[in-house]
């Protein structure tokens, strides 16, 4: 799903696109503006570690984080989850990115985790919250909430940088 986010902005704004995983930093250092795309699970960002293992090489670079996945968009709890969410010190932009949730196409931990999480929040008897009723909702469902209209807030924010 931010693949599709990043084709996205890539259309939008001609920059390169590079995969964490299979690049040296050295071929990233090079640029002045960083996007960094990635899945949000329980454990943070998708990708996040990249920034966070090259921190000094890239602390005088601008850098913008998106993250993808299948939670409604709600500013207050993206704004409280913030620095959980990014686990460093850095006030980076970040932006959210309602994603997709397609249960038969995620890995065998991914499945095993979210069926965890889905009987802890079926669980529960008090009103759910945004992301646990979304949860509940997809959960037997293949569904694609991916738009366009959430790379404006990005493309904004690269504008101020400019």
Known sequence: VQQKITNWLK?????????TKSTNINEIIKYDIIILGGGIYASGIAGLSFIKKNFNKLKDKKIIIFCCGASLYEENALS????????????YPLFYCRGAFYF???????????????????????TYEPWEKALIE?????????????IEPILKCLDNLN
């Open 11 to 19: 259309n939008e704004t001609g920059f390169t696109c590079l995969k």
């Open 80 to 91: 409280k989850s913030k620095n959980v969410i990014l686990k460093i010190d850095v006030k």
């Open 104 to 126: 038969d196409n995620m890995s065998f931990k991914d499945r095993v985790l979210c069926n965890l999480l889905k009987k802890v929040v079926a669980k529960k008897s008090s």
């Open 138 to 150: 997809a959960f037997d469902n293949k569904n694609d909430w991916t738009d366009k209209k959430y």
